[in-house]
């Protein structure tokens, strides 16, 4: 059982690039996030899905889109990335709305992202 | 005023310490409050719930004062294994904000031979 997949681990843009991140669930979770990591910021939302064919903005959703064509999976992309978008990018997922279940998000183990 | 605020630390302490952490949230509509902890380049874990009579799990104890909107977690007879990030997170339970979860930016524990 691999929980939540990210794909790639780390990645190298050049500024103007485009890339899509993969994060892939094997629990059959409902409810998926991406939040990303900055020092001295904490996680902060980008994203999140409620369902398949659902999607919905979080904090700082600027710069980024993202899809849900399967249960499963959730993609989040970048169309032409900028260096204040160099973070480490977490995915999640939870079987309860919000996380509030008891065992709250399943967390990926993250994409380093370095805009250059 | 930020929805949850940690200390950052760094709280450096030896082992068989006891510890301590609280963190405030502004938002008095929040349902649910959470510990989640961080270890250095790795994905948040949930460690715990923090339920309103207060709940223990081995060496850690939480606890939730709803008055004063501050939660703290209390760590004793520390182990170098404790050495992590813990994250205070909270779930305002209302409209948007039941849909995900708000995080600390976290507390870094240090525990030293």
């Known amino acids: 059982n691999a929980g939540v997949t990210q794909t790639p681990k780390f990645r190298v843009l050049k500024t103007g690039q485009s890339m899509t991140l993969l994060c892939a669930q094997d629990?059959?979770?409902?409810?998926m996030y991406w939040y990303r990591q900055d020092p001295g910021m904490g996680l902060r939302l980008i994203h999140y899905s409620v369902g398949e064919g659902t999607t919905a903005k979080g904090e700082v959703p600027d710069g980024y889109n993202v899809s849900r064509l399967k249960k499963q999976n959730f993609l989040l992309g970048l169309e032409s990335a900028a260096p204040s978008q160099t973070s480490v990018y977490f995915c999640?997922?939870?079987?309860?709305?919000?996380?509030?279940?008891?065992?709250?998000?399943?967390f990926g183990s993250g994409t380093r992202l370095t805009v250059v | 005023r930020k929805e949850v605020e940690q200390d950052p630390g760094p709280f450096n302490v030896p082992e068989g310490a006891t510890v301590a952490f609280n963190c405030t949230y502004s938002n008095s509509a929040s349902q649910s409050f959470f510990w989640y902890r961080q270890d250095c380049r790795k994905e948040p874990k949930l460690l715990m719930s923090v339920y309103s009579s207060g709940n223990e799990d081995g060496r850690f104890t939480a606890q939730l004062n709803r008055a004063s909107q501050y939660i703290s977690l209390l760590i004793r007879d520390s182990k170098l294994s404790d050495s992590a990030t813990y994250l205070c997170?909270?779930?305002?339970?209302?409209?948007?904000?039941?849909?995900?979860?708000?995080f600390g930016k976290g507390t870094k524990l240090s525990v030293i031979p």
């Open positions: 629990m059959n979770h409902e409810y």
């Open positions: 999640a997922s939870s079987d309860t709305r919000g996380g509030t279940g008891a065992y709250g998000y399943t």
């Open positions: 997170v909270v779930n305002t339970g209302s409209g948007a904000g039941s849909y995900q979860l708000t």
